[in-house]
């Protein structure tokens, strides 16, 4: 079993920043791909961005491209996303996800998951 908790969340003019990080503890999660999802009010829960579980390979959404950064830190079991250039389309309740399935197709589906944290709230006010 994998327990993910997402900090970071917040309030935030647009423009500005913010970073998430997502912890992990029980198995370690360095042979996990890491995601993390978005879900709006009244829209689904859709991908953002993801990263290979060295860390090496990454992928982003196109909303998120250039503004949006994964990285990871094994040896403290933690992936953070930093956040620039913030929208208020970016307002949503973002999800970290880890993965065992590596596969790049995968990992940007929903069900491409095997675990998933509680989430935390971004709201980017105009």
């Known amino acids: 079993q994998v327990q993910l908790v997402e900090a970071g969340g917040g309030l935030v003019q647009a423009g500005g920043s913010l970073r998430l990080s997502c912890a992990a503890s029980?198995?370690?999660?360095?042979?996990?791909?890491m995601g993390w999802f978005r879900q709006a009010p009244g829209k689904e829960r859709e991908f953002v961005a993801a990263?290979?579980?060295?860390?090496?390979?990454?992928y982003y959404a196109d909303s998120v491209k250039g503004r949006f950064t994964i990285s990871r830190d094994n040896a403290k079991n933690t992936v953070y996303l930093q956040m620039n250039s913030l929208k208020p389309e970016d307002t949503a309740v973002y999800y970290c996800?880890?993965?065992?399935?590596?596969?790049?197709?995968?990992?940007?589906?929903?069900?491409?998951?095997?675990?998933w944290g509680q989430g935390t709230q971004v709201t980017v006010s105009s």
């Open positions: 996800a880890a993965a065992f399935d590596v596969r790049p197709y995968r990992l940007v589906l929903n069900e491409g998951y095997d675990y």
């Open positions: 029980g198995r370690t999660v360095n042979s996990y791909a």
């Open positions: 990263i290979s579980f060295s860390g090496s390979n990454t």
